[in-house]
């Protein structure tokens, strides 16, 4: 299992930023994000994954795709992509796992956590 961010023994890396919205630290998320990979020099596509289907096509860098939450269904998703090289090597990324959640409960997570911040 690769940690968040860890390079893949292919050499591609697959990054998850939070643009805006929500994100616990605990792999919760709602909001738009982008994705990214780093890789080799020769890299000239990279297709991004959602669940094993494809979310997005690049090629031109920077590698990245920028998603919003509320275009997916509420729940569990497995994030990747595929790399492809100047010379034809395929290269697959780690994996990120994120759940997905609807604006009301990301809404409500954040009230939890800044109430008792506020003392109310």
Known sequence: MWAPGAQSENGLTLRLARNFGYSSGGGDIQGNFTLSVSGPDDLTRVIFYIDGKVMAEVTVPPFEYKFSTGNYPDGIHT????????????????EQRRRFLSAEEAGQNTLKIVLPLLGV
Do not use: C, D, I, K
């Open 79 to 94: 994030l990747s992509a595929v790399g492809y090289t100047a010379r034809g090597a395929e290269l697959r990324s780690n």
